[in-house]
């Protein structure tokens, strides 16, 4: 969402002169969480120099809040301050979210406000003004527009495999894409949201996962290197560094099954998966 700064009234930006010697800004920073896949954090700490609009949020008239919006998506999120705070923290699922969002910090009406003025209204336009009937969620202040590409949105790579991707699409199908630099996993959006549900778990939960998915398409990967039809690519050179590591000389590489082979690159969990079910069904839970 562009604010295109068209407004009947005056309103504090710095893309605006309606107010002199006023301030309205957002510090924004984003990360990847470290301890969510695919969840990336925003935090804003605001700065408001108006003494009108400062009282409004000290008495809740007025909020402060970031409006999220794909580029390229539906997506829409919307996080807020609670109280008279000047700070929020919030999450976002990079499963729904696009390629790219745009953030706008904003000063919102909280509640409908009979009228407003000010003395640091701009008196080249806005002399001896008040504004009038202000409604609940009436933009009060604006920041310039945050543009933000995701680089990571919809994948998550998974570690201790040849490079490898989980991401998330309107499919309804699993499938498998070796066309890239990353073997591309791609899973229907529940699915991926199960996947991740399942690599934050337990052991035996997430052997099960490395059973389900990363077997099958380390498997079609290694069976397109045995017939020879791989491109190069950095997951072709991390099978053959592991195999080489595991004694397969390449002479033998061929004749042994692709789906015994990509169980040996990752440890071959069934075993452990099996007895970590037993324990389950022993005891009701997992160890």
Sequence with gaps: MQMNGEFSYPVLSDSRNDYLNSSF????????????????EVNANFSLDEP?????????????????????????KVFQTTGN??????????SFAGDSLEINALLIANTDIPELSSDRFNPDFYENFTILNIQKGQILAFTTTYNLK???????????????VFRATDNPSYSINLDSEDIIVELPKKSFQIYKELSNSTPALRNMFLLTFVVPA?????????????????????????????????????????????????????????????????RGEYE
Excluded at 33 to 40: A, K, L, V, W, Y
Excluded at 85 to 94: A, L, P
């Design 52 to 76: 009108v609009l400062t009282q409004l949020v000290a008495e809740s008239k007025a909020k402060l809040i970031l409006h999220i919006e794909g580029k390229n998506s539906s997506y829409r």
């Design 25 to 40: 800004k957002a510090e924004l920073t984003v990360s990847k969480s470290q301890n969510e896949i695919g969840i990336i």
């Design 150 to 164: 995701l680089d990571f949105k919809n994948n998550e790579k998974h570690e201790g495999t040849p490079p490898m």
């Design 218 to 282: 380390l498997s079609e990967a290694i069976s397109l290197l045995q017939n020879e039809n791989g491109e190069d690519n950095p997951w072709e050179d991390t099978i053959r560094y592991k195999l080489d590591n595991l004694g397969i000389k390449d002479s033998d590489f061929a004749a042994i099954p692709s789906l015994e082979l990509a169980q040996l690159i990752i440890g071959n969990p069934l075993d452990e998966i099996l007895v970590q079910y037993k324990n389950y069904y022993d």
């Design 85 to 94: 705070s000047y700070s929020i923290q919030g999450k976002i699922d990079t």
